[in-house]
C-alpha cells in the first residue's frame, strides 16, 4: 500500500501567483477565470513535486501531508 499524499490550499493567502502551477502543473492549473484549481489527493509519486511547489508559494498559501 502506498502512502496518501494531502494538499490543502488556503484559498483566503492564495494570490494566484502560479509558482505552483510552473512547479506541478500535474497537480496545480488555473480554471477559465484565473482561479487555482488542485488535486487535493495527488498520486504519491508526485510527493516531491508538490513539496517543491508548495515551497514555491510566495505567501505560504499550501500545506502537503504524507501519510501512510
Same mark, same amino acid.
Given at each position: 500500500m502506498s502512502a496518501t +499524499?494531502?494538499?490543502t490550499v488556503d484559498m483566503n493567502l492564495c494570490e494566484s501567483?502560479?509558482?505552483c502551477v510552473f512547479a506541478a502543473p500535474e497537480v496545480f492549473s488555473?480554471?477559465?477565470d484565473d482561479?487555482? +484549481?488542485y488535486n487535493a489527493e495527488p498520486d504519491s509519486?508526485?510527493?516531491d513535486k508538490v513539496v517543491k511547489a508548495a515551497a514555491s508559494c510566495p505567501v505560504r498559501?499550501?500545506?502537503v501531508e504524507k501519510s501512510p
Open positions: +499524499v494531502n494538499v501567483h502560479g509558482q488555473f480554471d477559465d482561479y487555482l +484549481v509519486a508526485l510527493y498559501a499550501i500545506t
